[in-house]
């Protein structure tokens, strides 16, 4: 009797630029040939006609584009899968962006790995640039001085941020981690619905942090270094002051929630 095949799905929420997002769902569908994935690409009323045009793209059987009426936020926008994963189940869920895309087969590595370490709710691999350069995504837990470092190239904050981004760890090992970066994670299912995805009080910005938190009351959180996939992070915080200070105010709800530390 053959086993059956670990099912992995996958969710992309899309805000303008379907040009980019169908790059990253070609990606995965092209890496990944270890599980059975499914994908879910969920257009937030992109204003430049995203989710028109990606309907209009032939991914295949395994994706679908869910187009949502107004701008939802991006918890709000990956909580859109939730009924399909109800009635669908899959044994792992991916949190993906749509700046993401794949070396190797990523997803396949994660869900093996999460195999074998039933203790792990939540993981995330190393993150890289695309022309293959670190971006030190293994974090603690955010405070005031962190997000003042990661946004002002202040040199008195160098060694908060340092610390902030687990500098001092040993980083080619898995470590557990405190913050699991929203641009790419793996949670078990089973744990994502039970937990109703993100708390959709937060548009955008620090709800990867709050869900880490909140996996964590479910098993361990890891940084996976093994694995690893690119993205290419736009940094809109420090381009635009509305998104700079729509993650102050993310922030401030965080802390309203979990208590406010200062280091």
């Not at 590595?109 to 039933?118: F, G, V, Y």
């Not at 202040?154 to 090992?173: C, I, N, Q, S, W």
């Not at 420090?238 to 922030?251: E, G, I, L, T, Y």
């Amino acid at each position: 009797m053959a086993l059956q095949q670990t099912r992995a799905s996958a969710c992309i929420v899309v805000y303008n630029g379907g040009e980019e997002a169908a790059a990253a769902a070609h990606s995965l569908l092209e890496h990944t040939k270890g599980v059975a994935l499914s994908l879910t690409l969920v257009d937030n009323a992109s204003p430049d006609g995203a989710g028109a045009w990606l309907q209009e793209q032939d991914f295949g059987p395994q994706v679908r584009v869910l187009r949502l009426a107004q701008n939802a936020g991006f918890g709000r926008g990956h909580n859109a899968v939730l009924p399909a994963l109800a009635s669908e189940p899959s044994d792992y869920h991916f949190v993906v962006n749509p700046d993401i895309t794949l070396g190797d087969d990523a997803i396949s590595q994660l869900c093996a790995w999460m195999d074998a370490n039933p203790d792990v709710v939540m993981a995330t691999p190393r993150l890289l640039f695309p022309d293959g350069t670190e971006q030190y995504t293994a974090k603690r837990r955010p405070t005031f001085l962190a997000l003042l470092a990661r946004q002002l190239p202040l040199p008195f904050l160098k060694g908060v941020e340092a610390h902030y981004l687990m500098r001092d760890a040993d980083l080619t090992k898995p470590q557990e981690i405190d913050f699991c970066t929203g641009c790419f994670f793996v949670m078990r299912t089973k744990a994502f619905c039970e937990m109703g995805g993100f708390d959709e009080n937060y548009f955008m910005y620090v709800e990867d942090a709050d869900i880490t938190r909140r996996a964590q009351e479910y098993g361990k959180v890891m940084y996976v270094p093994d694995a690893y996939v690119y993205h290419a992070w736009h940094r809109d915080t420090r381009r635009k002051w509305k998104n700079f200070w729509m993650q102050v105010r993310s922030m401030l709800r965080y802390w309203h929630k979990w208590g406010f530390r200062l280091i």
